[in-house]
């Protein structure tokens, strides 16, 4: 048998097939989460090694070190399914064991490899893509879908979500008018396609263009508010609007809305909340309380730190946020030698950008301003390598602003705050710093 798109599939049974093909479209448009589906699939065919793989890869696409663990053993419990796999299946659970090694690039190349054979094999496509953003490959992000659209059936109702992937990868690569484009004619076709929302938002962000972002993520707002996994991230981008117009009990409204401690369950979603009750410490808002929420409801246990150094930096800010400077040095001792421990490719990740970054945060929490200067600055040109986006990375720069204001090294806050006006245009939040500069 085939699925929809072509590819090939080692069952026999179409219950099993629809199941999966559910899945995956929970895959791609973040409307649920594709665990019932998958085992539903396994229910219908219980041989069948892919379902079982995509549950995996899922688990293991979530960046946290308890699913990690959890989708070793659905990768385990999987191989001695593989004598009746097919090739391609089989390639995918080569993947997923490099992946599961920690060898995040070993991976994407096995993707890569995969969709240059089934260049319409959307799970490959998707954790490649999720990969490559973890990684900050902003050439990859953009050219891996652009490479496989053409062999896609314009009428598939998946390819929208391709096309948004494309629009992001555009965005991340500066190049805004086409990631905007792009991002708005894949909505024209499924207006359900939060990744191209998602992508529309970076642009309109990264242009300065707050108050046509924050429309733009009202006027959709039915179709990511709720039920869907892009509900915190969206919620946080329209934080972001309203914090560039210092307007901080809007950002602080949206935040409990669709971002606090009660309505996130995954390292992901909370990274969100650290990133946005920072960003309004340092603008002098007072988060205390919700930063203790974060915390206690997170479970931060040095022994989960080390997996993605993205995540230990986000999680460093919540402690130190909360008061907790004990166990902020313990998780950043673990984030640092865990990594050199276990090796793969968060060693580089931890080593070149994200033990730098929480060395300068603490020393920014601390008072040492002119060393969270130093810091900062010097790794600030490669932070990309260790993921996230343009607009996730710009904490870097507000740590460095508010740094500046604190002591006597000044010009080089001036100098970033004078780039920033001049790409993002002069709003409510520029004008507090230059005030303070």
């Known amino acids: 048998m ?13 219950a099993a097939l629809e199941h999966a093909e559910r899945a995956l479209w929970r895959l791609l448009t973040f409307y649920g989460t594709p665990l019932d589906d998958l085992d539903a699939a396994t229910l219908a065919d219980p041989d069948w090694p892919l379902p079982r793989l995509m549950k995996g890869g899922f688990l293991l696409g979530l960046s946290e070190a308890r699913f990690a663990r959890e989708g070793a053993g659905v990768l385990d419990a999987t191989e001695p399914l593989l004598e009746r796999a097919n090739d391609r299946e089989r390639a995918h659970f080569a993947a997923l064991r490099t992946l599961q090694a920690g060898d995040w690039d070993g991976a994407r190349g096995a993707w890569a490899a995969l969709l240059d054979a089934h260049p319409r094999d959307a ?26 659209l053409p062999a896609w059936d314009v009428a598939d109702p998946l390819r929208p979500h391709v096309v948004a992937m494309h629009a992001f990868g555009l965005e991340e690569s500066n190049r805004y008018a086409e990631a905007e484009a792009v991002g708005r004619g894949a909505l024209e076709i499924e207006p359900k396609a939060p990744w191209a929302v998602h992508a529309v938002a970076h642009v309109m962000e990264m242009q300065g263009r707050h108050a046509e972002g924050t429309q733009w993520l009202e006027t959709r707002r039915g179709e990511w508010a709720r039920g869907n996994g892009f509900s915190v991230h969206l919620g946080w981008h329209q934080a972001l609007f309203a914090l560039e117009r210092l307007d901080i009990p809007a950002a602080l409204a949206l935040h409990d809305e669709h971002i606090a401690a009660i309505t ?30 974060l915390v206690d409801a997170w479970q931060l246990d040095d022994a989960a730190a080390g997996h993605y150094a993205f ?32 090796g793969g490719t968060n060693r580089a990740m931890a080593r070149e950008v994200g033990v730098p970054l929480m060395e300068g945060v603490l020393a920014f929490a601390d008072g040492r301003c002119e060393e969270a200067i130093e810091t900062l600055a010097a ?11 343009h607009a996730q990375r710009d904490l870097i720069d507000q740590t460095l602003l508010a740094a500046s204001a ?23 939040l520029t004008a507090h710093w230059s005030e303070r500069l």
């Open 2 to 14: 085939h699925d929809r798109r072509g590819n090939p599939v080692s069952t026999r049974s179409a």
């Open 406 to 428: 604190r002591s006597n090294a000044r010009t080089a806050g001036r100098a970033l705050l004078a780039a920033r006006v001049a790409r993002k245009g002069a709003t409510p």
């Open 264 to 293: 996130t369950t995954v390292t992901l979603e909370r990274l969100d909340s650290a990133s946005l009750l920072w960003r309004l410490h340092l603008v002098g808002a007072d988060v205390a309380a919700r930063w203790r929420e």
């Open 311 to 342: 995540n230990d930096l986000h999680a460093l800010l919540a402690l130190i946020g909360a008061g907790e400077r004990a166990r902020a040095q313990a998780w950043l001792r673990a984030a640092r030698e865990r990594p050199e421990a276990a």
């Open 123 to 148: 799970m490959a496509l998707q954790w490649a893509h999720l990969f490559d953003f973890y990684r900050g490959d902003a050439e990859r992000l953009r050219e891996r879908p652009a490479a496989v």
């Open 379 to 389: 790794v600030r040109s490669v932070a990309h390598r260790f993921g996230g986006s």
